[in-house]
Structure formats: C-alpha cells, structure tokens
C-alpha cells in the first residue's frame, strides 16, 4: 500500500495486488471505513514540533494551521479518522521525530 506522502507522476506505473472482491471494490469505487486516530501525548523536543506539522500535514491531509492548532494543545487526539496502515505510518514518523504518539481504534 503506497503511503499518501508518496506522489505519482504521469508515466508512473502502480501495481495492485488484491483479491477479486477488492479488486472490484477499486473498480466501483467503494471504500473501506476509516476506523482509526492517531493519539499524540508529547513532543520531547520543540524543534520537533515543526517537523510534526510537516509530517501530519501531508499524511493527513489537514492544513497546517489546524495541525499547530492541535500540537500546541497537547496531549490530543488527532480528530482525521484514518486508515489502520496511514495511523500507523504516521506514528512511525512521529516517533523518528521523537514525539510520543499512538494509534486508536474508534469504536
């Protein structure tokens, strides 16, 4: 699964290895829930801070000044819902970033 930071260019070949049924949910176009949130407890730097903006900017998607809103109101819970395997790339990111997060199921 291609992460979101990752942009194709014409010319770019993607390759899909899926089952039948998901291979015709693509074709459909039906979409999974996003059943996941990202919880962020700490950055341990203040110089991470600004590279976390950056990170959950373009694996979210949200703006930027929605992400700085959030990280100086720290801890928090991330209110973009997500896919498992997006929450858990951006934690991975974070934590190289040292800040201290995890992911949550929503129920």
Do not use: F
């Not at 949130?37 to 950056?54: P, Y």
């Amino acid at each position: 699964m291609p992460w979101d930071d990752v942009r194709l260019d014409i010319g770019d070949r993607l390759i899909v290895l899926a089952t039948s049924n998901s291979l015709q949910r693509i074709e459909w176009g039906e979409m999974l829930p996003r059943l996941w949130q990202v919880q962020i407890e700490q950055a341990v730097t203040s110089s991470a801070m600004a590279h976390a903006v950056e990170k959950i900017t373009l694996i979210t998607g949200c703006t930027a000044a929605d992400v700085l809103q959030w990280m100086n109101n720290l801890p928090t819970v991330l209110p973009t819902l997500l896919y498992k395997y997006q929450a858990q790339h951006l934690v991975r990111e974070l934590k190289k970033l040292q800040i201290i997060a995890s992911v949550i199921l929503i129920k």
